[in-house]
T-cell receptor, first 113, second 113 residues
């Protein structure tokens, strides 16, 4: 059973456009929601993370929007660049299991020049 | 500061053999987690170690085991290898337990023939 559902599976965006990736969860005990970026041949790298006490967090071109009542969160990449082409994973964890991340299935983003 | 180092990067084994993978965390990081990444199952948590003690364990059979040394370096072992164990095994370190902020290595790619 997939604890975190992620969509879309793949995404193609024009350079300068906005990339949006969505995730949903069921476990209300989750209290930490990170996004990871993975390039081929590399391990995932933490991009940005949010806790449920805020509805939005922005770091540079990356923004997480969080809707606690809907149990959904999303990643927005503004002004998408070809260098952003990678696989993005959302994840969630809870309390004392914070380092036990439940990952979504990933979104392969391609930014076309 | 050096990142998470995993060795070996690639290895090929045959069914029934066992394998040991090594991970050196970022200096000062005391928590080490292991994840398995496959195309079919995605990223799945194996276990987490902190101060030489296993803190959390994922839903994997007992053939998968690990340990952590006093210098925070960690090893994981898979015994009686099966074809389905072919995967990228990722080690991640964190400054403390329950932090949620994981820094991943580039992984050890295991192929079981």
């Amino acid at each position: 059973q997939q604890q975190v559902k992620q969509s879309p599976q793949s995404l193609i965006v024009q350079k300068g456009g906005i990339s949006i990736i969505n995730c949903a969860y069921e476990n209300t005990a989750f209290d930490y929601f990170p996004w990871y970026q993975q390039f081929p041949g590399k391990g995932p790298a933490l991009l940005i993370a949010i806790r449920p006490d805020v509805s939005e967090k922005k770091e540079g071109r990356f923004t997480i929007s969080f809707n606690k009542s809907a149990k959904q969160f999303s990643l927005h990449i503004m002004d998408s660049q070809p260098g952003d082409s990678a696989t993005y994973f959302c994840a969630a964890s809870a309390g004392t299991g914070a380092n036990n991340l439940f990952f979504g299935t990933g979104t392969r983003l391609t930014v076309i020049p | 500061k050096a990142g998470v180092t995993q060795t070996p990067r690639y290895l090929i084994k045959t069914r029934g053999q066992q394998v040991t993978l090594s991970c050196s965390p970022i200096s000062g990081h005391r928590s080490v987690s292991w994840y398995q990444q496959t195309p079919g199952q995605g990223l799945q948590f194996l276990f987490e170690y902190f101060s030489e003690t296993q803190r959390n364990k994922g839903n994997f059979p007992g053939r998968f085991s690990g340990r952590q040394f006093s210098n925070s370096r960690s090893e994981m072992n898979v015994s009686t290898l099966e074809l389905g164990d072919s995967a990228l095994y990722l080690c991640a370190s964190s400054l403390r337990e329950f932090a949620g902020e994981l820094f991943f290595g580039e992984g050890s790619r295991l192929t079981v023939l």
